[in-house]
């Protein structure tokens, strides 16, 4: 069954939600998704319909968000969605039918302000699911490592602002917009601040999230990390959610680990080998079996039938920690987040841009010193290739990448034995360049017998003046992964990953604000030895 029912928040504003009932009448908990893309969509490019939860036993309940769908309002990006959201919980617990007990579930934006309802503490919430999440919308959404997202943040921007134009009436507005999102305009002079953008400012949250500094109140109030302690403190039981090759992985990770460390409520964390979306088993060029289908729906109806039915189901006495081995294609079990156990030392003869037997990953450090120079050249910038960032995601061959003469290379040598990496990577690396400012790419990538490489992780950093003969840590993308042996490691490293981020001009500016044609060409350095021991650091489990 299905109904439209609508509730008035605080201020008055009337919110539109669809309800979907189990088919024997009854009472029942009620399972809450808030919509900005149309309730009718119901997230369903992942999960299961809203009547395959009502057959399970629940009232689902799924809402436009305000000035969305048909709901009123004015929709202004995340800024509404805590009160509106509490209201929302307080409502839903009242509908004829419910049982009192609401759990919230959704991704991306619809798992963002499921967080953000709960640090409310609305009594009637009592557990929720949320995936692949912005925790600080800053640092894990709109940038990374204080470089601007752009290829997500503008093809997402442009997604928002057709909705917002269309629902205001303006059919020009969403022609130009719908055009921009089927050919993004990387190629306006600046790129970052195309003028179709320019155009339609009024529909769009975009230029927030290019001028707001990192400290603005803006992000704080976006942000549920800022309210970490509340959700600790007397927060819902949570279902974390997360994809190897998501864009909001660090998100996910990050608020997992923040309520987890605090003990005190229980919380749980799923990671998949997906992208943002669809959670199936092939992801960009590799099929990772049967296994990696993602059963979300299965464990979320587990997870609520725990919490909203008091079934004590063993859902909570799982290992709080499940992670998707993408060499053994496998789920792994572990009793908390790995923490980084393996080194590997960078090595090479000066010529690893051209020559990839030059570059080497090795776990003993070197003891000659050695640099490695490449010449990033802003006419043909390295480009970027899956990952979470590429258009499509996942994991492809980096052959036509790691052969070009702007990017380093370096391969460890053939396992002789299985070597399983879980958890955190990073790259600490000694760099220098000839210019103030400049970009720093990493990928490490798995080397297959038949030497196709396919990335594992990857992390950038925008670099202005750094201290002269300091380390540089570049934070890179979470994974699990077993090699076996006769397969190798590779860290690749480049001075841009355009589009996924704007090309730093060299000259100490703002990329997204600097015109394409000033964009300076420079030459990076990465040293290695002794003194300067660059090196890659991973978890292992």
Known sequence: ????????????????????????????????????????????????????????????????????????????????????????????????????????????????????????????????????IGWNLYADWAYENGAFCLRNGLGWAIQIAAETARLAGDRVAFRDLLAAANALPLDDLIPARPDVMERYRRYTHYFDWLDQPAQSPYWARLSPSTSVEELAASGPPMLFVGGW????????????NAIAERKTVPARLIVGPWSHSPWTRRVGALDFGPSAIGEIDQLQVRWFDRWLKSDHNGV??????????????????????????????????????????????????????????????????????????????????????????????????????????????????????????????????????????????????????????????????????SLKPGEALRLSIAAASFPAYPMNPGDGSDPTTAPRADARIITLTVHHGPMMDSTLRAGRA
């Not at 309802?117 to 609305?122: D, G, K, Q, S, Y």
């Not at 709080?320 to 590997?344: C, I, N, Q, T, Y």
């Open 245 to 256: 090759y998501d864009t909001h992985l660090r998100g996910t990770l990050d608020a997992y």
């Open 316 to 481: 909570d006495l799982d290992t709080p920690v499940r992670l998707f081995d993408m060499g053994h294609k496998d789920w792994l079990d572990l009793s908390a987040w790995p923490e980084r156990s393996v080194r590997f030392h960078l090595a090479g003869g000066g010529r690893v841009a051209l020559d990839e037997r030059d570059g080497l990953l090795t776990p003993e450090a070197p003891t000659v010193a050695g640099a490695d120079c490449i010449v990033h050249d802003p006419w043909r910038p390295a480009p970027t290739i899956g990952g979470a960032y590429g258009t499509p995601p996942g994991p492809f061959d980096r052959a036509s990448i790691e052969r070009r003469p702007d990017v380093l290379t370096y391969t460890s040598s053939q396992l002789s034995e299985e070597l399983t990496l879980a958890g955190e990577v990073e790259a600490r690396l000694f760099v220098t360049a000839d210019t103030p400012s400049f970009d720093v790419a990493c990928v490490l990538s798995r080397v297959a017998a038949d030497r196709q490489s396919h990335e594992i992780a990857a992390g950038f950093r925008r670099i202005f003046e750094p201290a002269a003969g300091a380390a540089l840590t570049i934070p890179m993308r979470a994974s699990c992964i």
């Open 1 to 132: 069954m299905i109904e439209t029912a609508s509730m008035r928040t605080r201020d008055g504003v009337r919110l539109d939600a669809d309800v979907y009932r189990p088919p024997v009448p009854g009472t029942y908990p009620v399972l809450l998704m808030r919509q900005p893309y149309g309730r009718e969509i119901a997230s369903t490019i992942c999960y299961a319909h809203p009547t395959w939860y009502a057959a399970r036993g629940y009232i689902v309940v799924i809402q436009d968000v305000r000035g969305r769908g048909t709901s009123e309002g004015i929709f202004r990006l995340f800024e509404g969605d805590a009160a509106d959201g509490f209201d929302t919980i307080a409502w839903a617990a009242r509908l004829t039918g419910s049982s009192g007990a609401v759990g919230m579930y959704g991704f991306s934006y619809q798992g963002t302000n499921q967080l953000l309802a709960a640090a409310l503490r609305p009594p009637a919430l009592k557990a929720i699911a949320p995936a692949m």
